[in-house]
T-cell receptor, first 114, second 114 residues
C-alpha cells in the first residue's frame, strides 16, 4: 500500500544528544514536510522540501536540520541546540501541484527528552 | 501573518446531537482551506478541501462550508466513532507556485457520548 512511514514511533534521548527521525514515502510525491505538534497547539512547520536536493526553513527551524537526497526520503535531525525537543513529530508529503493541495501524513514519532 | 482560529476548543455532544465547528481565517491570498481528522497518537487524516466562498463538500455525517472569512464543519447525527480532534488549515498563495505547507489551527476536540 502507498503511504508514509515514520520511524521510530517512540524515541527517548538524553539531553545534549542529536537524534534523527526517519520519513519514507512511496506516493511518488515531490513535496515533503516536517511538522511539530505540542499539546494545545496547532501543527507548526519545521522544514519543507519541494524537490530533491532542495529544502526551506519553516516557522520553527532553529535546532533542526534536514536532508533530501532521495525523492522518497526526508529525514529530520533534532540537534542538541533545540531547547525543548519533547514533542510529537509528523512527516507529510504532497504533490507539488497546488491544484489538489492535500497533504498525506505519517503516523508520527513521539520524542521524549529525559 | 496568516492566522487560523478554531472554536470551540472542545465540544461534548450526545450521540445524534448535531452541531457545527468553526474555523476563522486571515490569509493573504487563500489557495485552499482544509479539514483534517486526527485520532489520539495518530497522524491527521484528510477530510475536505474548499477553494472558494460558497463551496460545500459532504462525506457521510460531515459537511464543510466556506465563506470569505470562515469555514464550518457541520456534524449531523454524530456517532461515538466521530470522536476525534478536527483540524482546520489554510494554504497560502505563492506567486511562483509550488508547495509550502499549510498553516493549522489548534483544533477542536470533539467527544460524542453514547
Amino acid at each position: 500500500d502507498g503511504g508514509i512511514t515514520q520511524s521510530p514511533k517512540y524515541l527517548f534521548r538524553k539531553e545534549g544528544q542529536n537524534v534523527t527521525l526517519s520519513c519514507e514515502q512511496n506516493l511518488n510525491h515531490d513535496a515533503m514536510y516536517w511538522y511539530r505538534q505540542d499539546p494545545g497547539q496547532g501543527l507548526r512547520l519545521i522544514y519543507y522540501s519541494q524537490i530533491v536536493n532542495d529544502f526551506q526553513k519553516g516557522d520553527i527551524a532553529e535546532g533542526y536540520s534536514v536532508s533530501r537526497e532521495k525523492k522518497e526520503s526526508f529525514p529530520l535531525t533534532v540537534t542538541s541546540a533545540q531547547k525543548n525537543p519533547t514533542a510529537f513529530y509528523l512527516c507529510a508529503s504532497s504533490r507539488r501541484d497546488l491544484n489538489t493541495g492535500e497533504l498525506f501524513f505519517g503516523e508520527g514519532s513521539r520524542l521524549t527528552v529525559l | 501573518e496568516d492566522q487560523v482560529t478554531q472554536s470551540p476548543e472542545a465540544l461534548r455532544l450526545q450521540e445524534g446531537e448535531s452541531s457545527s465547528l468553526n474555523c476563522s481565517y486571515t490569509v493573504s491570498g487563500l489557495r485552499g482551506l482544509f479539514w483534517y481528522r486526527q485520532d489520539p497518537g495518530k497522524g491527521p487524516e484528510f477530510l475536505f478541501t474548499l477553494y472558494s466562498a460558497g463551496e460545500e463538500k459532504e462525506k457521510e455525517r460531515l459537511k464543510a462550508t466556506l465563506t470569505k472569512k470562515e469555514s464550518f464543519l457541520h456534524i449531523t447525527a454524530p456517532k461515538p466513532e466521530d470522536s476525534a480532534t478536527y483540524l482546520c488549515a489554510v494554504r497560502r498563495f505563492l506567486s511562483g507556485g509550488g508547495a509550502d505547507g499549510l498553516t493549522f489551527g489548534k483544533g477542536t476536540h470533539l467527544i460524542i457520548q453514547p
